[in-house]
């Protein structure tokens, strides 16, 4: 396709606007960007301030942002973001307890997702990679607005515990997975905070995510939803009213005695939480009162598990294209051909409630 100057949009290449308080990390994330193809650095500015004033200026199409600066933070700047000139982010993260929380708010307010910079002796050359990876695919999500959802708990800063209710798993109760990755800790911030309290389910959760992060996302979850919401453990029971998530780094499954079982069994789809993983030990062990719900997310993780639960007899719900950062793991799972449900980002909490309460009627 041609622009009215006559030149192939598609090589049009995407410009990109690095924010970083660190010389060399503005250095470097310039020096590797301008040399991978198809990208260009538009500029480079050293805190929010300078690149909220940037942005109008230069006409970024992502931008890459430092979570900790002086002056204007990542999160502020991102907020400002959103709310002004809405467009792709992909953050830069420390692995630290504080940088995990704020990431993790990062991506429930729209960042579509980040990358942890590089430790002092790290293969920083692996770390760009990365960058570039997901700048690339950042480029062509669809940038959501974030929600405001309603808050059940405030969690205290230390040892965190939930105090609702749960009950043990009874004969009949139905267990829900949902799976997501590419935007999908805005996404889960929207079903979790809709559900309906008292639901007649349990729930597992499986975000693409690395170690250190979960446990904040877990944490965050908890703290905007009806249900008791944890980073999963060996031995956690299933439980209705409770959400367990897998933690960054473990596959996730259900035993026999409907217990959690965690393992670090080679990667499936390149990821370790894989969705399917947990899908698949669901529908084998829950069979008919097992739901599916895969939300937004790059790739086909999710799809394999659908089919078993599916074929199993539960209930299998896909995300809208409408609604995806990115609609790559729901597109795959419609095109398989076993979704029962295919729904806007708002109404799939109501589709796993209409899902549970169907299935209850027909037993």
Same mark, same amino acid.
């Given at each position: ?28 994330? +310039?020096?590797? &960007? ?5 990208? *260009? $650095? #538009? %500029? !480079?500015?050293?805190? /929010?301030?300078? =690149? @909220? ?112 209710? +749960?009950?043990? &798993? ?5 267990? *829900? $997975? #949902? %799976? !997501?990755?590419?935007? /999908?800790?805005? =996404? @889960? ?175």
């Amino acid at each position: 396709m041609l622009s009215a100057s006559g030149v192939s949009q598609e090589a049009r290449p995407v410009r990109v606007l690095v924010v970083d308080d660190s010389a060399y990390m503005r250095f470097t994330l +310039t020096k590797y &960007l301008n040399e991978a193809s198809g990208f *260009v $650095v #538009v %500029g !480079a500015a050293r805190d /929010g301030r300078d =690149a @909220l004033d940037m942005i109008p200026k230069v006409k970024p199409d992502v931008v890459t942002l430092d979570v900790e600066m002086p002056r204007l933070d990542g999160l502020s700047t991102l907020r400002e973001i959103m709310a002004v000139c809405p467009m792709p982010v992909v953050m830069l993260s420390s692995l630290t307890a504080e940088g995990a929380r704020e990431t993790v708010q990062a991506l429930t307010l729209g960042a579509v997702d980040f990358v942890l910079k590089p430790p002092a002796k790290a293969n920083v050359a692996m770390v760009m990679n990365e960058v570039i990876a997901k700048v690339r695919a950042a480029a062509t999500a669809k940038v959501m607005p974030p929600i405001a959802p309603r808050q059940f708990h405030q969690p205290t800063p230390a040892v965190y515990v939930s105090s609702k209710p +749960t009950r043990a &798993l009874r004969r009949g109760d139905k267990v *829900v $997975v #949902v %799976g !997501a990755s590419t935007g /999908g800790p805005r =996404a @889960l911030n929207t079903v979790v905070a809709a559900l309906a309290p008292r639901l007649e389910a349990a729930f597992l959760i499986v975000q693409h995510m690395p170690v250190g992060f979960t446990r904040s996302l877990a944490e965050r979850l908890d703290h905007i939803s009806p249900l008791a919401i944890k980073e999963a453990e060996p031995g956690d029971a299933i439980e209705v009213g409770r959400g367990l998530l897998a933690p960054g780094g473990f596959h996730m499954m259900v035993n026999d005695h409907d217990r959690i079982e965690l393992n670090q069994n080679p990667t499936v789809h390149g990821v370790r939480p894989a969705i399917d993983v947990t899908m698949a030990s669901v529908a084998a062990r829950y069979k008919e009162a097992s739901v599916g719900v895969v939300l937004t997310g790059m790739g086909r993780d999710g799809t394999n598990g659908s089919v078993l639960i599916h074929a199993a007899g539960g209930r299998v719900i896909a995300e809208d294209e409408e609604t995806c950062v990115v609609w790559g793991m729901p597109r795959s799972v419609a095109e398989a051909g076993v979704a029962n449900t295919i729904a806007k980002l708002p109404d799939v909490a109501g589709e796993i409630e209409k899902a549970v309460k169907t299935m209850n009627n027909e037993q």
